[in-house]
């Protein structure tokens, strides 16, 4: 059985990490400017006195959940201290918390994407290669799950774009990999999960159609694959694409092609129908 596409849901319920929050069960109040200034200079003050960033992290989520505060310069400062200090986890918790509280700012992922998901050096058998960590990876792909799930549940007026940040984790990993002692990592599922995260995000068009080709040709070239595997999972990701807001034309008659070609012509059939219920 092909391994499915995991979306923001799927991908956090397979998860053996303990469980983020999403988004808040009760509406924010609108924060004034003071309160905004107030919580920012109470974080300033948090890391003069040299406190650790696990307890940064607390004082955002206690901000974020009692809505005091979605100024995106105050979740930024927080993140920047706990990446200094390479505590992803705190890292990841800040972030978690600044997608509670609907910022919309791609930056403030994106820093926390950049850094959660660079290479670092592994020796093995005597030759030295880059890879980014599994659990840093974990992380970022956490926060990407969150705010597909956030976008996926919430109002047009509440939705965070962080279309450049799916883009940077998907290039990382088709160029890095990801690296674990105690596991295997297949790039190719990882970044179909990314991709899968970045449609329900309703990620910009153009960025998702550039991904949606790489995708699809990630999965034509995988020379490990039989003609069954690439066919459903040609099937599922174009499926996938075609009922988001992502239009690839091309890639679309390609994958019906190939379909047909390999002899699954009732996922062929359910493309073109796709196709005409999505108005495509």
């Not at 058998?125 to 549940?153: F, M, Q, W």
């Not at 239009?247 to 196709?275: D, P």
Request: a positive charge; charged letters at 30%; proline letters at 2%.
């Amino acid at each position: 059985m092909p391994k499915q596409m995991r979306s923001g849901k799927d991908a956090h319920a397979e998860n053996q990490q303990p469980q983020r929050r999403f988004v808040s069960k009760a509406p924010l109040q609108s924060p004034t400017p003071m309160a905004q200034l107030g919580c920012q200079k109470k974080v300033e003050s948090l890391v003069a006195k040299g406190r650790k960033p696990k307890d940064i992290a607390e004082y955002v989520y206690y901000v974020s959940e009692s809505g005091k505060c979605n100024d995106s310069a105050f979740y930024m400062a927080a993140l920047d201290f706990t990446l200094s200090r390479k505590d992803f986890d705190s890292a990841e918790d800040i972030c978690q918390s600044a997608v509670v509280a609907h910022v919309n700012d791609d930056n403030l992922y994106l820093s926390a994407i950049d850094t959660m998901m660079s290479p670092v050096s592994f020796a093995a058998g005597g030759v030295s290669n880059e890879a980014i960590k599994y659990a840093s990876a974990e992380n970022a792909c956490r926060i990407l799950g969150s705010i597909a799930l956030h976008n996926l549940t919430q109002g047009s007026d509440k939705k965070i774009d962080a279309s450049r940040a799916f883009v940077l984790a998907v290039d990382r990993v088709w160029e890095y990999g990801i690296n674990d002692a105690r596991r295997s990592e297949d790039r190719k599922d990882r970044i179909m999960e990314i991709y899968a995260n970045a449609l329900d995000s309703e990620i910009d068009q153009s960025m998702g159609y550039d991904l949606f080709d790489r995708v699809y040709r990630l999965i034509l070239e995988n020379k490990g694959a039989s003609k069954e595997r690439k066919a459903n999972q040609a099937f599922e990701v174009t499926a996938k694409t075609i009922r988001s807001k992502v239009s690839h034309t091309i890639l679309f008659t390609k994958a019906m092609e190939f379909l047909e070609s390999n002899g699954a012509k009732n996922q062929c059939r359910t493309l073109r129908n796709l196709l005409v219920v999505h108005k495509k």
